[in-house]
T-cell receptor, first 115, second 113 residues
Framework: NAGVTQTPKFRVLKTGQSMTLLCAQD?????MYWYRQDPGMGLRLIHY???????AKGEVPDGYNVSRLKKQNFLLGLESAAPSQTSVYFC??????????????FGPGTRLTVT | DQQVKQNSPSLSVQEGRISILNCDYT??????FLWYKKYPAEGPTFLIS?????DKNEDGRFTVFLNKSAKHLSLHIVPSQPGDSAVYFC????????????FGQGTTLQVKP
């Protein structure tokens, strides 16, 4: 089992460029999440999905879009990158609450710099 | 509005001693709490959790205590080891069908040999 994997690991973008971060999990989890981590601010939820074909906004969704076309994949898109989106991005997955009691499994992260 | 707060950005303890990491929350609807550990350049990994129906949960060297009336939880590591040096995040969740976690800012623990 690879668990949760993220592609790419590092990326540098210029302001206004677009990119897609890919998250894949092989644990057959129903729920998937995208977080960003910034110094002194912990992890903040960007978007999440409770199942294939569904997405919902988290705490800081502006400037991001997501798609969950397959159960094992969750994509995070930046249409027009801004320096404020410089961050470390983590993907996580979990069973539906009640089975795994909210425990989420995280990927290794993607470090994104926007210049 | 920070619903989950870890007021100590860093903590330094001697190997073999107890490490106590603290976390406060404001939302009385939270009913499940977790601690995650994070090494540099890695994703957070689950450490231990506690339901609001309990006041203590123990797993080896790690014990989490929950004081609902004070809206406070703490993580005790005994004895502390150099390999425990990492950033520790507490997280909270309210019963719902979304499984969303609200994270604190994190506390960096350094265990000195």
């Amino acid at each position: 089992n690879a668990g949760v994997t993220q592609t790419p690991k590092f990326r540098v973008l210029k302001t206004g460029q677009s990119m897609t971060l890919l998250c894949a999990q092989d644990m057959n989890h129903e729920y998937m999440y995208w977080y960003r981590q910034d110094p002194g601010m912990g992890l903040r939820l960007i978007h999440y999905s409770v199942g294939e074909g569904t997405t919902a906004k988290g705490e800081v969704p502006d400037g991001y879009n997501v798609s969950r076309l397959k159960k094992q994949n969750f994509l995070l898109g930046l249409e027009s990158a801004a320096p404020s989106q410089t961050s470390v991005y983590f993907c996580a997955s979990s069973y539906a609450p009640g089975r795994g009691a909210y425990e989420q499994y995280f990927g290794p992260g993607t470090r994104l710099t926007v210049t | 509005d920070q619903q989950v707060k870890q007021n100590s950005p860093s903590l330094s303890v001697q190997e073999g001693r107890i490490s106590i990491l603290n976390c406060d929350y404001t939302n009385s609807m939270f009913d499940y709490f977790l601690w995650y550990k994070k090494y540099p350049a890695e994703g957070p990994t689950f450490l231990i959790s506690i339901s609001s129906i309990k006041d203590k949960n123990e797993d080896g060297r790690f014990t989490v205590f929950l004081n609902k009336s004070a809206k406070h939880l703490s993580l005790h590591i005994v004895p502390s080891q150099p390999g425990d040096s990492a950033v520790y995040f507490c997280a909270a969740s309210a019963t719902s069908n979304t499984g969303k976690l609200i994270f604190g800012q994190g506390t960096t623990l350094q265990v000195k040999p």
